[in-house]
């Protein structure tokens, strides 16, 4: 794990750390072509050099979300779009196990973006 990664994981608040430890962990295990690296501040996720997903949380709350750069493209009742104009998050509760099945299915439309 890149250090910068490192650091921003391990400053955040309990659940929120564990729950996205688990869901990086997740992520780099779901596709070998998936990389990380350290942007904008934040862990973001690359399929094969292009990046599509990032982790963040609210600054208001703490809860941690998985962003997705081009989430306006991915249709998912999950996804909540905001007031942005091109990035879907999908919240997480870190007081629940991940919804793995959710997850998968997001980072699945999110690749097939990338393809």
């Known amino acids: 794990m890149l250090k910068e990664i490192a650091d921003f994981l391990l400053q955040k608040d309990e659940p929120a750390r564990s729950c996205l430890l688990a869901l ?4 780099l295990n779901y596709d ?4 990380e690296v350290f ?3 934040m862990p973001f996720f690359c ?8 982790l963040s949380v609210y600054k ?3 809860l941690p979300y998985a962003g997705f750069t081009d989430g306006k493209r991915i ?8 007031d942005r104009a091109r990035i ?3 919240p997480l509760d870190p007081a629940i196990d991940l919804p ?8 699945e439309a999110a690749i097939r973006l990338c393809k």
């Open 75 to 82: 249709d998912h009742p999950n996804l909540i779009m905001g």
């Open 100 to 107: 793995v099945g959710i997850i998968n299915s997001v980072l």
């Open 39 to 41: 942007k904008f501040n």
């Open 47 to 54: 399929y094969k050099g292009e990046s599509f997903c990032y």
């Open 24 to 27: 990086r962990e997740h992520i």
């Open 88 to 90: 879907k998050i999908l």
């Open 60 to 62: 208001k709350n703490g």
């Open 32 to 35: 070998p072509n998936i990389t």
